[in-house]
């Protein structure tokens, strides 16, 4: 989970430089959402597994 959770930020990087870099003409703001929304969930997972240790 940790993994995924740097991979989607990464994502998330990847996402908001195409949008201030216009190289894409789409709306980026529904993708950045989404993206931020996994980013939390995978955090809480890691942290809560971390606890349960």
Same mark, same amino acid.
């Given at each position: 989970?940790?993994?995924?959770?740097?991979?989607?930020? *990464?994502? &998330?990087?990847?996402? =908001?430089?195409? *949008?201030? &870099?216009?190289?894409? =003409?789409?709306?980026?703001?529904?993708?950045?959402?989404?993206?931020e929304q996994i980013i939390k969930i995978l955090t809480k997972?890691?942290?809560?597994?971390?606890?349960?240790?």
């Amino acid at each position: 989970m940790a993994i995924a959770s740097k991979e989607a930020r *990464e994502t &998330g990087y990847w996402l =908001r430089l195409i *949008e201030k &870099g216009k190289i894409i =003409r789409a709306d980026m703001k529904p993708y950045l959402n989404e993206i931020e929304q996994i980013i939390k969930i995978l955090t809480k997972i890691v942290k809560t597994s971390q606890q349960n240790l």
